[in-house]
């Protein structure tokens, strides 16, 4: 019989029950939903690391190594496996696609996911093992021809398998792009055999062309001799530092050691499980907060106004225990309901956030996107659970205190009391209306704090989301619209993937040139580099690592005279670059604790040089780096070559050359951003409609309580004479002014928490936080319109008022 | 002259297929600045019918013409003007606002009230001016009543409208919250309506109105109406 009771209180308190149940289920949901998020992220990347071997070191020497440097890393104590590789970026035949082309030369480190095709076969002689995201955006399957351009060199062949690759997990090609795309950049790896036959027969051509054998003294090239690896890849359990003077110690030179948490692909995506992580702490906490908080005002309510019922069924001889569970079951069913609905919901956020065909598709080159709960969302769920029981528990059994005769006593609420701020004039001052609401507010002080909270949380999610959207915003427009001042970047190449067939040969099969040799060509590729920049009519830089701090930061040298890079000064705001020294980005400053007037050592990896630079002042650059203008950076000797070239000329207007590497559109830049703001958006539009929500079931649940516990005072205004709409003002008044504080609140506390979300989410980019006005009025506007909307909803029920029946009642 | 007029008036209450008269064609003249006693068992109509007159409920049949005006037919609106102006209400719940003093539980009419009296004045006339900083829930149950009626006549209502305003009071409480009731609304020349049982009320009234199974079954002019102190309680 009890039980149909519960169902028929569920009934009865609907507006309750469902606003408890959306609460919960919107808690949990969030809750649940960005945990998944980055727990399935976590072990969705663990597998593809796992099973493509991904390395923990990169050891990048520009003067390659040798099969014997290979033996002496595998040597090392702590050393698993190793591998030599070398990744270049080419150009697809026919078109202005960039492939990165890899050769690993045993696949026990860095190896391939095979997700269609022939498996990878080191003997290949015209295999591709191409990414198949690639593959997939550019109508290319296996058994299709393919040929790259790499300086000279020719690849060609059949596409045998399509692959993923750990390596590659984030494709993309520098880091002036922030995702990938793989409608213009993808990877291929083709194997060592293949990339001997092709190398020797590069050399051959410009052999036959030039005669380049017979200058050089040699009367033939064996193919075995043409290996040529900038790098090694290791897997060991050594920490970075033991591990790097190992390998030089090993090798007997200085080099770049590169982590895994070094490179993109581990550290972003391990950036984006942080992130996850910050989200699902801060507003599930929030949503569970006020969820759990609205529960345990709402059932202290239910069951004070069904104080005489519960009287009644202990003046009958049921026991308290059984008045308990009945009243603890009504609460439990409130909660599984609502776990169960959230666990939905929750799935739905997780596969929302994080599913292939979305933005975090395109992000990330997974084979697998499983979704998982963390094990201790579980323990949660199972935990909020009882709480909710134990609210029920609480809630009847004050109401169950005393004799059978007191329990069937009507709940009287709290006597009011007297403030000193009603000795004011002011007060005194005030009309019926405000002092109603007001001593309404304080009398039932706990709906009050919750309503105030609901407002809080809306206010705080629209300013943190739409903030988000305008930090955002500002982000593009000043460093891809603003900073981003030419039409085209030339890469040019002669970075270490770079060097031409001549170079290589000449470097490998005659030994390293002396330094005085190097400085020639150095100055002479320079040279030939500015000529090309002023050809083209446009700016240059060149880049170099060096050691800053225990890990590498990239420096960039720039000639700035056409105004084709600008860059910004700590406020956002452009500014030039003078020659007294180098700028610094934030990340370097704060986490070398730098400011402007300090001086710093910078050692170029691979070397054991020192320069000594002054910081000539702060700039907020997308990659770690610090920047120096050309004439500063001769001025203290810093050894550089020119990597780039930014022109305003069209594509097809740039002269070919064979130091052209690659040309990179201003608008492939940006295009690649629309994926990042695409993810972005995806959270603003969660965080959007969640606050809507929150704010619409929290101050309707809150509204309807209120308008229940003063149903018989406005019985008594509607006798003596209170109209309808007067009577519906002084409700919404309250929800009004109660909305004022609530924004007056939240707006500082949601800039507060976008600060603290840029921080979290985004301190990679270095954005500046920037709220525009329209988000100011959007987020306000929306918070009033809620609040407006539920009071209005809630006032409409006062033409119900049964005067005659209210005003029976006793209080 | 009469100030209120039922004219066939009925009021039934429907509950699905079952129907209830609570009043069945009633007719009814009051006299204006009466003292009127609407007598009955419990479920004769008497509520439903001070309902009816207040303006809380309206007829399913019939017309009221209060003060000369019909008020059968009155939107919601206009029922609430009609409050606001002609009649005020005693109750035997007090029906203060909780929230509010006594001072402004009395001073609330201001705002809705086209000719209302001195809040102050009307307290003082119950005996209250030393109370009206106080909230509700810290007076007696006589106190509430008290401020109840001071907020009733600080409407200035033609007519004082009265369900059991001594239920809830303890016998000589009820005599003197009655006995203030009557001196007021007489000295200020008030209709007053009073519904109850007690038929001790009754030999108080210049018209006793009986009323049972919602018919009226006698409306008697009261010669020589007893003075609260000479009625037995």
């Not at chain 1, 323990?379 to 005393?402: C, D, E, K, P, Y």
């Amino acid at each position: 019989m009890l039980l149909k009771k519960t169902f028929r209180t569920l009934l009865r308190y609907k507006a309750q029950f469902f606003s408890m149940v959306i609460m919960i289920a919107l808690g949990i949901g969030m809750f649940v939903g960005f945990n998944m998020e980055w727990y399935s992220l976590e072990k969705d990347t663990g597998y593809i690391f796992d099973r493509t071997k991904f390395a923990d070191y990169r050891i990048v020497s520009e003067n390659g190594f040798t099969a014997e440097d290979l033996q002496k890393i595998l040597a090392l104590d702590g050393v698993s496996a190793a591998t030599r590789f070398l990744s270049v970026n080419t150009i697809v035949d026919g078109d202005t696609d960039v492939l990165a082309l890899s050769i690993n030369e045993n696949m026990t480190v860095s190896s391939l996911y095979k997700v269609e095709g022939e498996d990878y076969d080191p003997e290949s002689p015209d295999g591709f093992w191409l990414s198949d995201q690639y593959a997939a955006k550019n109508g290319v399957k296996v058994g299709d021809p393919l040929t790259v351009k790499y300086r000279g060199l020719i690849f060609s062949g059949t596409v045998r398998g399509l692959v993923k690759c750990g390596e590659y997990l984030i494709c993309l090609p520098d880091e002036t792009q922030l995702m990938p795309d793989f409608n213009s950049f993808g990877f291929a790896f083709i194997s060592p055999a293949m990339l001997r036959s092709c190398v020797y027969q590069g050399v051959q051509d410009y052999s036959e062309q030039v005669d380049f054998l017979t200058r050089m003294g040699l009367s033939q090239v064996r193919e075995d001799d043409l290996d040529f690896y900038f790098q090694i890849n290791v897997i060991s359990g050594l920490d970075k530092e033991n591990f790097a003077a190992a390998a030089e110690h090993a090798l007997s030179r200085t080099m770049l050691v590169l982590s895994r948490e070094e490179t993109a692909s581990w550290s972003e995506a391990m950036g984006e499980v942080d992130e996850g992580k910050t989200m699902g702490s801060i507003l599930p906490v929030l949503f569970l907060a006020i969820a759990l908080l609205t529960m345990v005002s709402t059932m202290h309510r239910i069951t004070a106004s069904e104080k005489t019922q519960i009287g009644t069924l202990k003046a009958l001889g049921f026991k308290d225990r059984r008045i308990i569970r009945h009243y603890a079951c009504y609460a439990l069913i409130i909660s599984l309901i609502g776990t169960v609905l959230g666990l939905g919901l929750g799935w739905f956020v997780g596969w929302f956030i994080m599913n292939p065909g979305g933005a975090m598709g395109t992000y990330l080159d997974m084979p697998k996107w499983d979704l998982y709960v963390p094990p201790f969302c579980w323990a949660v769920l199972a935990g909020i659970n009882l709480f909710t029981l134990l609210i029920g528990f609480l809630s009847v059994r004050q109401m169950l205190t005393g004799t059978a005769a007191d329990a069937l006593r009507p709940y009287t609420p709290k006597r009011m009391k007297h403030l000193r701020i009603e000795e004011s004039r002011h007060f005194k001052a005030l009309n019926f209306g405000t002092k109603w609401n007001l001593r309404d507010c304080l009398r039932h002080k706990s709906r009050t704090a919750m309503t105030l909270f609901g407002i809080i949380g809306c206010t705080i999610l629209l300013v943190g989301g739409l903030g988000m959207r305008d930090t955002m915003d500002a982000f593009v427009n000043s460093f891809y619209e603003g900073a981003i001042h030419y039409r085209n970047r030339v890469n040019i190449g002669n970075g270490p993937e770079g060097n031409i067939i001549a170079e290589m040969v000449s470097s490998y099969l005659k030994g390293a040139d002396s330094e005085a040799e190097e400085a020639r060509k150095a100055a002479e590729s320079r040279t030939a580099a500015e000529a090309l920049a002023d050809t083209l009519e446009g700016d240059w830089s060149g880049t170099l690592s060096v050691e800053l701090g225990g890990g590498p930061i990239s420096v960039e040298v720039y000639h700035v005279t056409r105004d084709k890079v600008r860059f910004l000064d700590d406020d956002m705001h452009f500014t030039t670059l003078g020659n007294e020294g180098v700028y610094i980005c934030s990340r370097v400053a704060k986490e070398n604790g730098l400011k402007t007037g300090d001086t710093l050592v910078l050692s170029p990896y691979g070397t054991d040089d020192h320069y000594e630079v002054k910081v000539a002042g702060e700039l907020r650059t997308l990659g770690k780096s610090i920047v120096m203008t050309d004439a500063y950076a001769d001025t203290v000797g810093i050894p550089y070559s020119i990597s780039c070239i930014y022109t305003d000329r069209e594509a097809a207007e740039i002269p070919a050359d064979s130091r052209i590497a690659s040309i990179q559109s201003k608008q492939a830049i940006i295009d690649s951003f629309d994926t990042f703001v695409e993810l972005m958006d995806l959270m603003v539009i969660l965080l959007v409609v969640a606050a809507c929500l929150l704010g619409v079931v929290v101050l309707y649940n809150l509204g309807v309580m209120s308008y229940v516990e003063r149903y018989r005072e406005m019985a008594t205004l509607k006798v003596v004479g209170f109209k309808d709409r007067k009577i519906g003002h002084l409700l919404i008044s309250q929800n009004l002014w109660l909305t004022v504080l609530g924004v007056a609140l939240g707006v500082p506390l949601g800039m507060l928490t976008l600060a603290y979300l840029i921080q979290a989410l985004a301190s990679e980019y270095e954005m500046k936080m920037v709220i525009g006005p329209l988000t100011y009025v959007t987020s306000i506007a929306l918070t009033f319109g809620v609040s407006l909307v539920v009071g209005l909803m809630v006032a409409r029920k006062n033409r119900r008022i049964d005067m005659v029946a209210a005003l029976k009642t006793e209080e | 002259m009469n100030i209120v007029e039922f004219k066939d008036v009925s009021r039934v209450y429907r509950n699905g297929e079952h129907e209830q008269k609570a009043l069945d064609h009633v007719n009814l003249q009051l006299e204006e600045s009466k003292f009127i006693v609407i007598l009955g068992p419990s479920g004769a109509g008497k509520s439903t019918l001070l309902n009816l007159l207040g303006g809380l409920d309206s007829p399913t049949g019939g017309t009221i013409t209060v003060n000369g005006k019909d008020i059968s037919t009155l939107t919601a609106n206009e029922l609430a003007a009609y409050r606001a102006a002609t009649v005020g209400f005693v109750f035997q719940s007090y029906n203060l606002i909780p929230t509010l003093t006594v001072i402004e539980n009395v001073a609330l009419v201001k705002e809705i009230a086209p000719d209302p009296l001195s809040s102050h004045d009307m307290l003082a006339a119950v005996g209250l001016s030393d109370h009206i900083h106080q909230f509700p829930s810290e007076l007696s149950g006589g106190e509430q009543q008290r401020v109840s009626i001071a907020r009733a006549l600080a409407k200035n209502p033609k007519i004082l409208l009265c369900d059991e305003p001594t239920g809830a009071l303890d016998s000589e409480t009820g005599v003197m919250v009655l006995k203030l009731l009557l001196s007021m609304a007489r000295d200020m020349g008030k209709t007053i309506i009073i519904v109850t049982h007690n038929q001790n009320i009754a030999k108080m009234a210049d018209v006793v109105v009986r009323v049972k199974n919602g018919h009226i079954q006698a409306c008697e002019e009261q010669q020589k109406p007893l003075s609260v102190e000479e009625v037995d309680w």
